[in-house]
């Protein structure tokens, strides 16, 4: 075989799993948008499967690792990640970034959206598309209010942050 032809076959097997590697790209995507992965520990993290209930266990220690069957038997042996493991490592770049985990906590410092008073109340629930949000009452600037991170839109701002930071991620700016 000449060196032509080698050359040739090195790039066919590069851009075939380049190919791979982008597919595992796209389900770890769609798997943020549906769920959000557990936390066990620093090094431990619970990633729900794509189209079931079950959940697959991603470790990092020294390698990423993780307990589902395409990790085991094909990605491990060509220095692939799994769609589970390329989730996680999105979720935590996501997390590190403040103003996105702020807007991703589920239980944020609770302050008055008009004032910035900490002086709120729960003051009954207004029912939505998206469905039953809680409605507040600022006791100091007597305006009621929904802890909203994004006004206006009308779809999760999880989602939001999620596909803006892919379309940046991907350079399409």
Known sequence: MS???QFNLKNEK???LKKLSDIRTEKAYSILK???PEIIN???FLVPASNSNYKFKVTHRDAWTCECLDFQKTCKDKGLYCKHIKAIQFFL???NKTEIDNILDENPEKECIYCKSKNIIKRGIRKSKKG???RYYCKDCKKRFIL???K???IDAQNICLELWIYISKGYH
């Open 3 to 5: 060196r032509k032809e």
């Open 14 to 16: 590069i851009s075939e």
């Open 34 to 36: 549906n769920g959000k």
């Open 42 to 44: 620093e090094q431990e």
């Open 93 to 95: 770049k996501l997390r």
């Open 132 to 134: 039953d949000l809680q």
């Open 148 to 150: 909203n991170p994004i």
């Open 152 to 154: 206006y839109i009308k």
